[in-house]
């Protein structure tokens, strides 16, 4: 009898485990006084071509070096640490974005492209809330300009909304969806972007939990000056990693492909694109402030 009850109780705790093992507590979130490392790599290969293209306006492209269609390869990896401070008695604590470096570098129809300047040691100062409503306070470091503060706040603007996940009790099965509205402008061009992506939770191991991903994608751009609008669409899947004791990602991977469109007086220019991404986030205690 005294075997079988000590059976049953070990039954019972492997039960309880495992019924815990299946359920997690999801809330992606910046905490006070931790820093987070992250690293992106980002690739995209376009394809343009034009419809209705007179041969006059082929041939102007020819003597430009310029062959239709028009294959556009880039390659971009970022750094960025981020810094969070203590909570004070207003129960917000001082977040600071710091960008240690961008590098880009591209290809047009096989041809190495100029580089783009390197971007480093601009820092974006912002406050948070415990609940990661994140403000952005100021920008500074090697005199931005305004293009580049533009850029970078709505980068900003793009990582809030990233963390804008309902905060839930999820098991495996279960799916979560994000919308992300994203709205900017840059160098006079009207930008507007709508994402839905839905997370569904794969398995819970050794304090991961895995989840694939299912992302759409909508993409206006509008230049009034030149009445010139470009539509897109995409679709893609990924996959992310969940450190369930950080309460954050560890890896983000993301293949997406896209349609555009775009009019220009009696000009149709198509373009197919390819993208794919991957995030890496590394994250410690006792940040240094």
Same mark, same amino acid.
């Given at each position: 009898?005294?075997?079988?009850?000590?059976l049953l109780?070990i039954?019972?705790?492997?039960?309880?485990?495992?019924?815990?093992?299946r359920s997690?507590l999801?809330?992606?979130?910046?905490?006070p006084?931790?820093k987070?490392?992250?690293?992106?790599?980002m690739t995209?290969?376009?394809e343009?071509n034009f419809e209705?293209?007179?041969?006059?306006d082929s041939?102007?492209?020819?003597k430009k070096?310029?062959t239709?269609?028009?294959?556009l390869?880039?390659?971009?990896?970022?750094d960025l640490t981020?810094?969070?401070? =203590?909570?004070?008695?207003?129960n917000?604590?001082?977040i600071i974005?710091?960008?240690n470096?961008?590098?880009?570098?591209g290809?047009?129809?096989g041809?190495?492209?100029p580089?783009?300047p390197?971007?480093s040691g601009?820092?974006?100062?912002?406050?948070s809330?415990?609940?990661?409503?994140?403000h952005?306070d100021s920008?500074?470091?090697?005199?931005p300009d305004?293009?580049?503060?533009?850029?970078l706040?709505?980068?900003?603007?793009?990582?809030?909304?990233?963390?804008r996940?309902?905060?839930?009790?999820?098991?495996?099965?279960?799916? @979560?969806?994000q919308?992300?509205?994203?709205?900017?402008?840059?160098?006079?061009?009207d930008?507007?972007?709508?994402?839905?992506?839905?997370?569904?939770?794969v398995?819970i191991?050794k304090g991961?939990?895995?989840?694939? @991903?299912d992302?759409?994608?909508q993409?206006?751009?509008?230049?009034?000056?030149?009445?010139?609008?470009?539509?897109?669409?995409g679709r893609?899947?990924?996959?992310?990693?969940?450190d369930?004791?950080?309460?954050f990602?560890k890896t983000i991977s993301?293949?997406?492909?896209f349609?555009?469109?775009?009019?220009?007086k009696?000009?149709?220019?198509?373009? =197919?694109a390819?993208i794919?991404?991957?995030y890496?986030?590394?994250?410690a205690?006792?940040?240094v402030n």
């Amino acid at each position: 009898m005294i075997r079988y009850a000590s059976l049953l109780v070990i039954l019972s705790f492997w039960m309880i485990s495992a019924k815990a093992q299946r359920s997690i507590l999801f809330k992606i979130k910046y905490v006070p006084e931790h820093k987070y490392e992250s690293t992106v790599s980002m690739t995209s290969n376009i394809e343009m071509n034009f419809e209705n293209l007179s041969k006059e306006d082929s041939d102007k492209l020819m003597k430009k070096g310029i062959t239709i269609p028009l294959l556009l390869s880039t390659s971009t990896i970022s750094d960025l640490t981020i810094s969070t401070g =203590k909570l004070n008695t207003q129960n917000t604590y001082p977040i600071i974005f710091k960008v240690n470096s961008v590098k880009e570098t591209g290809t047009l129809n096989g041809e190495k492209m100029p580089g783009t300047p390197t971007v480093s040691g601009v820092e974006m100062y912002a406050t948070s809330t415990q609940t990661n409503d994140l403000h952005l306070d100021s920008i500074s470091g090697k005199s931005p300009d305004t293009i580049l503060q533009k850029g970078l706040t709505s980068i900003f603007n793009a990582m809030a909304n990233e963390l804008r996940l309902p905060e839930k009790m999820i098991k495996v099965a279960d799916t @979560i969806v994000q919308q992300i509205p994203l709205n900017m402008t840059m160098n006079g061009i009207d930008v507007a972007i709508a994402v839905k992506a839905t997370y569904k939770l794969v398995s819970i191991k050794k304090g991961l939990a895995k989840f694939d @991903i299912d992302q759409s994608s909508q993409l206006i751009m509008n230049k009034k000056e030149t009445r010139q609008v470009l539509t897109g669409t995409g679709r893609g899947h990924g996959e992310m990693t969940y450190d369930i004791k950080r309460n954050f990602p560890k890896t983000i991977s993301r293949d997406l492909s896209f349609d555009f469109e775009m009019k220009y007086k009696d000009k149709l220019m198509k373009a =197919k694109a390819q993208i794919n991404s991957f995030y890496f986030f590394d994250v410690a205690d006792n940040a240094v402030n």
